[in-house]
């Protein structure tokens, strides 16, 4: 006999709070080259030159440009722009690197890996889905920065103005990224998605929450239940946000007394520890890791000490096992680098992690009674951190489709990458963070 808990997980309840004073990025580049030839890096002897001369202040605002930095970041921009075909369209489908105004190599990284989500850039290219309300205040500034990063007439003054634009809307709902200091990616893009979502949320029942699903107590189908979970989830939010990036994760608990539990989330990334083998490798081991390996870890079968059993009411006599019930059409990955030790001390895990550039298949980690749509992905933006704790660089990589070609871009500079360095890069780097996975 199954049993539903009634326990459940709003996907946004888990928005890191914590603290950034750990994460050190966008600054010191030249240190960090040094200590990460990369392939993809290294090939660019420019950006050494390039970060050389650049001291990002902690303070800088539009104005407080340093004269070279800016002069850098110009030119590049006007080569960029020069670069396009010319032909009717204004809109082109390569996105313009985005200019570093004070360590935002971090909110650079995300945005260029979101603009160049196709679902999103169809969404806000044209405006017309910008719903005019003052509630949507940093969605506006996304989609105009948007539009003007793909525009072929803009000035270099306009995509500044339109990045301190969004800047600063985004300061004005979070005081952990206002202002100019160093920051984390990923607490970033969940932010990002969280607000834009709850912008554009047109469910109506955006009041209950959560945690009173109750499914109808006669159902004892599970996919019966997951359907009714599905239906809760979307009157509560239902945006080009959650369409996009929301699956739905099963967590089903078994006791020892044969009852059965399940729970559900609905998060718009997977955040996957990497697998440490603690009794041979220490904490920022370098052993060679794959993405199956991080996914079979998430599905691990685990003990929850404190759960109590609705039978037999027993504390901890229960394994929980989590499992993909709905596969997003578009899959970020998140690898869990920065963890802390046992001693609450924060540490980066450098190890190479190997994933596939296309047909990565979630089948192995779906549970196998769901009959939503399922199918193979494919890779189309990596989010790079390099450095370490104390300094650290974002960078992103793109693939375009239209033009069939992988771009890098490091803030402003960006550069066509080989696809033979793209694939070697693909097998053995410690510097993918995010993973951007489109469902085909
Ligand atoms: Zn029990």
């Known amino acids: 006999m199954y049993t539903t808990s009634n326990q459940s997980y709003g996907q946004f309840a888990h928005v890191s709070t914590a603290k950034n004073n750990y994460f050190s990025h966008g600054s010191d580049s030249t240190e960090l080259y040094k200590s990460n030839p990369q392939k993809i890096i290294s090939q660019q002897n420019n950006n050494e030159k390039y970060f050389s001369k650049l001291d990002y202040g902690t303070s800088l605002n539009h104005f407080d440009l340093k004269n070279n930095q800016k002069y850098t970041q110009k030119s590049e921009f006007n080569r960029q722009l020069e670069s396009y075909n010319e032909n009717i369209s204004t809109i082109d489908t390569e996105s313009l690197g985005l200019p570093n105004i004070g ?13 160049n989500t196709k679902k999103l850039f169809e969404y806000f290219i044209n405006g017309t889905n910008l719903i005019e309300s003052p509630n949507s205040y940093l969605t506006e500034e996304f989609g105009k920065l948007l539009t003007t990063t793909f525009s072929k007439s803009i000035t270099y003054d306009n995509l500044l103005d339109a990045i301190y634009r969004f800047k600063e809307s985004i300061g004005e709902l979070s005081l952990t990224f206002t202002g100019y200091s160093q920051n984390d990616a990923h607490e970033f893009l969940q932010f990002l998605l969280d607000k834009i979502n709850k912008e554009l949320n047109q469910a109506k029942n955006i009041i209950e929450k959560y945690s009173e699903f109750k499914p109808s107590s006669s159902i004892i189908l599970l996919d019966k239940i ?39 989330e609905n998060p ?4 996957l520890d990497l697998p440490i083998y603690k009794s041979s490798h220490s904490y920022g081991g370098k052993i060679l890791l794959s993405l199956s390996e991080c996914l079979n870890e998430f599905i691990k079968e685990v003990s929850i000490p404190e759960y109590i059993c609705s039978k037999c009411k027993q504390k901890g006599k229960s394994k929980k096992k989590a499992m993909i019930w709905k596969q997003p059409q578009i899959l970020i990955i998140h690898f869990k680098r920065f963890i802390s030790d046992k001693y609450g001390r924060l540490e980066v895990l450098k190890n190479p992690i190997s994933f596939p550039l296309s047909g990565l298949d979630l089948q192995t980690y779906t549970h196998r009674d769901s009959k939503e749509q399922r199918g193979k992905y494919k890779l189309y933006g990596i989010i790079n951190h390099y450095g370490n704790l104390e300094s650290g660089h974002y960078t992103s990589i793109i693939y375009n489709e239209e033009k069939d070609k992988w771009i890098q871009y490091n803030d402003s500079i960006k550069d066509q990458i080989e696809k033979r360095d793209i694939q070697e890069f693909s097998q053995n780097s410690s510097e993918p963070y995010l993973l951007f996975y489109k469902r085909v």
């Not at 360590?103 to 603009?115: A, D, G, P, T, V």
């Not at 359907?227 to 990036?245: A, D, G, H, Q, Y």
């Open 103 to 115: 360590n935002s190599c971090y909110m650079n990284s995300i945005l260029q890996c979101l603009f």
């Open 226 to 264: 997951a359907e009714e979970w599905k239906l809760f989830s979307m009157k509560r939010e239902n945006s080009i946000i959650t369409n996009t990036f929301q699956g739905h994760l099963i967590n089903e608990i078994v006791c020892s007394c044969k009852n059965k539990s399940y729970t559900f």
């Open 268 to 271: 718009l990334d997977l955040s």
